[in-house]
């Protein structure tokens, strides 16, 4: 197998190159190489062809591509099983990194759809107001970077890994050149030619480079972006080249960290706290073979726990079975290759100098159907740090296997203090039932973490556990985590995008941002709004009611018919006393049902129903004898792809016969689209 | 004047240090060191004293604070302007950094207290369901870094420069280190003194390094962060500084740009646009001297309207009184100082190789009470770029005085081409009254420009202008300017912060954030909530009221009563056509009143406004016959401090006789304090 890269539209296959070793049998599985690759052309191809294609289209319609592609990815899910035992992995390791990546997938394309207007821009946060009588006014506005994002990706995760950063990247609107680590990029190569042959992408969206970079970070502009994940050195000379600081290219990094669990004071052995804790200790250390950037290293147990925890812990890793991947039983395959074993002994082999080891170790150990001198298998090792605020290796050292290392603590400020002593990692986990622990640990914890998980009885069973980072939620850490993020929902599609703060007059920021402006130009005509449907319905379609007067005996009746007796509007002693209103006021619920009969249109038309309303601020009692009318006023519409109708906003303004506005809503209507 | 250094609750004097001038008189004014200064004890007084200080505080007890801190420095406001005309400035220019800078103060203390909590923390965006059944949620929750800031700025706004900064940053929580550029550091110097003085902020909060930062960068950890603003070639010298990279310290720069201005296709001479545009070029090249990061460099102009611009430019500018900024009838006062004007000189000489300078240039001039060759005074100076897509020096070059340069379009897609050649700017504005041009210049523009100033005569007579960052909209700029935003309201304060994602169940979630989450226990007592005043009300405190059957007859007489007859309520046939019913359904704000009137209670209490309503979803119709009943739950509480009243928000479900939810909202309550 000879490795090729996706490059300007085509595939290219290098003649020779360095061989890729089975993680299990040492045998030659493919030959890797980058050399003929044309970096400067690549980039020219993903800004000049992939980014004008990506831009053409909105967030939904890429949100679309991408769940197209996930779907059609997913029927090639055996092969890339098979692919995936190479490397080391059980069944259950290859779950959460193809099955995980595809999720990604379509989580991404489900929450851009919901989230994310149906433009190819992003109207960010509310509309701010810079002048006394509105005239000029700033919005924020999100529009996609116009150069290209690269993607250098660990060995770890060949798939999860390069589409955690691609759903967000595709969805923005930017074009990506990935460039997986040479150990696994067997996997991910695979991945890109189903993904290439299925023609879902638009040409230049994406382009592989399996082998080596070359110069291509020579040529990173101001509008590009790279996303790095793996060693810190690697990370911190890719961050200095001087293209990068010359350009502010956004740079971010995802390092591998010294990730903390914390066993609550409360969890002692009789409470289920401890045996999750146990249980998810030996899962980090195991799975992937302990090959995850955010698995466990440092298990900090209060003192009197640190017994019971260490019998536990060795008393479970001993059933674990290790050895051939392929088999059902086996829990625990082999480290990526053999280099990954002698770095993870000498790693051992250091923290051994201040740490003691528990189990495990740096020897050959008996495996169900494998040959530890051929296989890069390595045997699960707790240590014990006796003294974890004098002896700080391991605090520092990162073994990138099944190693973790017990340490005691007394108080749940020690605790905090010694999962800070990380100086930045990517999760750590604490596992309590007591909400006062879990506050603690977020607000002195907090700022040294990049996700904080909190396990016990009440979520264990539905928990996705210390090391999944979720497409929801932000993955990155501070510090010696390398300071990025990734993902975090909508978050992650920000930063492939550029923040514009526009500055202009009402009409200006309406025409921009397709959303009326409070303060726009209205459109009256002579036919009622709500006999129009979605697509005549315009931005600023406006309707002025008649007026009504809301009389003692409206308030009086409406009060005796809800049931909404309340003494503001019931009793005039009482509602002279209450510092709002002076007198006896009409129910805002009156105001809310007499403005939709001022507004309504009674006679079957597009407006199908009126589904919700939103931000009802009452600005202005209205008493008994005053004569309110409404504005009613299109804000924006959002039309569902493939549905009969669509969603369209009314601000709806209701003032008194002084033009005070009383009230002001966001009125929701789903109106039927055109035939 | 020996300027001293506020380092570790102390004022330092240094025994001598090189020699500050008088812009204007060339007179020695102040000398300047930093020398016997503790770089590194500095940072652990400000991580040790002063961030557990400020930590200790709320969002809202900090803004209060930084507002008196405003109104206490506005008593020595002419103190600053008398020692601003030192730099050169006119009593206008003062105004934009003196004034400017307590203008920030102001708007970040009121909008702390309006967009953010009364917390020490900041729930950031909606909790994620990150499993089926709802047990184990996701929030991202925003704490205070608990390092240091270490803010280094330019010599052209020596007040604003570090108010701009230091108001998100003490809002945040985070102490800080400013380190003025030593041009001007005098004024920053006077200010801090009168900060000082005040006893306004706590021990540590602030502190003052005059003369060089010496070895303070190898001291930077994880929680620490670096706002610059001045050069690039310092920017990158110190976002490439080992510590920084190592720890991946937040580094965000904002540099000098070549800002541009597009004069739209529709603003002929005879269009209000016209005059605005001219007038604004002229005010960016004479305020502050041309000395701002965000001035015009770059006038994009129709090619037809070449002859008129410059015509009208140098008119406006001869007129333009340039000398002792002291005087009344000054427009236009000095460089910073005469090595500022050797290097403006520099570059339009540099310039001037490949355009042509319309007026002005790099001789000496006519002065008003001013000597040319003692005062840093420099001609303001137009140029003319006539072939703008093949000489590039106008787009590389800044000189940072009084310079712009014209350069002709054919189309606004060409004019667009033209301002993204910049690589990269703070702001660009555009002259325009067409909304399609706005539009395509957001567009295609966005991506290389951290704001857009669009003006018109809808808006000039309240814009802020072209030059002006506002702190409600962020300032910075990618590429060239840097890649760092400052400001943007809320978002700044942000910058400060760490987002970390906390997972875990309902209750955990609610204990957390101090936010009651969906899922979460519930406190059901004897005492209906509304008998409960805004300090007895618990997050969770929970009602279930009585249910009520909702008869045909109710949906008819409320249908008649305010007059909302929609045929879904009024037509079995019509009603059975919708998409979402099938027969006659009860009005949305039937049920509403309906629900208060279950959950009112009627006599005076605690209760005194319903004043809101937010994120009214209907989800299931109700039909003649269904009975409701409603759950209302204490969700959060917003005390307005020194107010009677506060905040509550309450969750509010109305379900059906099959415990369907037929509809879910907020509804806000103004509740009394406890006497």
């Known amino acids: 197998m000879i490795l090729g890269s996706f490059a300007e539209g085509h595939w290219h296959t290098p003649v020779n190159g360095r061989d890729v070793l089975d993680a299990v049998t040492g045998d030659v599985i493919a030959q890797i190489s980058s050399e003929g690759l044309n970096f400067e052309a690549m980039m020219h191809y993903a800004r000049n062809v992939g980014g004008p294609a990506l831009r053409k289209m909105t967030f939904h319609q890429r949100a679309l591509m991408i769940k197209e592609l996930a779907i059609k990815l997913n029927e090639y899910k055996a092969e890339f099983y098979e692919l995936s035992y190479a490397s080391g992995c059980t069944k259950a390791d290859t779950w959460i990194d193809v099955d995980g990546g595809f999720g990604t997938l379509f989580t991404y394309s489900s929450k851009a759809r919901i989230e994310l207007p149906d433009e190819p821009f992003y109207t960010e946060g509310n509309t701010e107001q810079l002048s006394r009588n509105g005239t000029f006014l700033g919005q924020h506005v999100m529009v996609p970077l116009r150069g290209v994002a690269v993607h250098i990706n660990a060995f770890n995760f060949p798939v999860w890994g390069m589409l955690e950063k691609l759903a967000p990247t595709l969805i923005a609107g930017v074009p990506l050149i990935v460039k997986p680590a040479s150990g696994t990029a067997y996997l991910t190569e695979r991945v890109v030619r189903r993904m290439t042959e299925s023609g879902i992408l638009p040409d230049g969206a994406v382009q592989l480079v399996c082998g080596s970079v070359g110069d291509m970070f020579d040529h990173l502009t101001c509008q590009d972006s790279v996303a790095f994940t793996g060693s810190a ?144 298998f390595a045997a699960p090792t707790v240590m014990y740090c006796d003294k974890p605020f004098e002896k700080l290796k391991a605090h520092n050292i990162e073994a990138f296997g099944p190693v973790s290392t017990i340490m005691p603590y007394d108080t749940v400020d020690d605790a905090i203090t010694l999962a800070n002593m990380g100086e930045g990692s990517l999760v750590a986990s604490l596992f309590t039932h007591d909400n006062n622990v879990a ?237």
Chains 1, 2 share one sequence.
């Open 233 to 376: 050195t690697t990370g911190m000379m890719l961050s200095q080249h001087p293209a990068v600081t010359k350009n502010a290219v956004r740079f971010i990094s995802e390092q591998d960290s010294l990730n903390s669990s914390i066993l609550g004071p409360d969890a002692t052995p009789e409470a289920p706290e401890f045996d999750l804790f146990v249980k998810e200790v030996v899962n980090e250390m195991t799975t992937k073979a302990g090959q995850k950037c955010t698995a466990i290293r440092r298990a900090i147990v209060p003192k009197d726990l640190v017994e019971p925890v260490s019998e536990a812990l060795k008393a479970r890793l001993a059933d674990v079975k290790i050895g051939n991947p392929r088999l059902k039983d086996v829990r625990m395959g082999a480290l990526a290759n053999m280099g990954q074993r002698r770095e993870v002994y000498d790693r051992i082999n250091e923290m051994a100098e201040e740490n003691e080891i528990l189990c495990g170790g740096t020897g050959a150990f008996d495996l169900v159907d494998a040959d530890y001198a051929k296989g890069a």
């Open 439 to 675: 506050r603690d640990v977020v607000m002195g914890a907090g700022a040294y973490h990049g996700r904080l998980a909190i396990i016990n009885r009440d979520s264990a069973e539905e928990s996705t556990g210390h090391g999944s980072p979720m497409p929801h939620l932000k993955h990155g850490g501070p510090g010696r985590a390398g300071g990025g993020e990734e993902m975090g929902g909508i978050r992650g599609v920000m930063h492939y995008m550029q923040r514009v703060a526009v500055q202009g007059s009402p009409d200006i920021i309406t025409a921009v941002t397709n959303r009326w402006t409070k303060g726009s130009s209205e459109a009256v005509d002579t036919v009622h709004p709500f006999r129009k449907n979605f697509d005549e319905v315009e931005l600023g379609t406006t309707l002025h009611t008649k007026a009504r007067t809301v009389s003692m005996e409206d308030i009086e009746h409406f009060a005796n018919y809800t049931g909404d007796t309340f003494y503001a509007h019931m009793d005039e002693e009482a509602a002279a006393a209450n510092p709002f209103f002076g007198r006896r006021v009409a129910h805002g619920y009156l105001l809310l049902s007499f403005a939709a009969g001022l507004f309504v249109d009674p006679a079957p038309g597009p407006v199908l129903a009126n589904y919700g309303l939103n931000d009802l601020q009452f600005m202005q009692p209205v008493y008994p004898g005053d004569t309110i009318k409404v504005r009613l006023v299109c804000k924006s519409k959002k039309g569902r792809p493939g549905q009969i109708y669509g969603e369209v906003r009314w601000d709806v303004t209701i003032t008194n016969q002084d033009d005070d506005v009383c009230a002001n809503y966001e009125l929701l209507t789903l109106n039927a689209r055109a035939e």
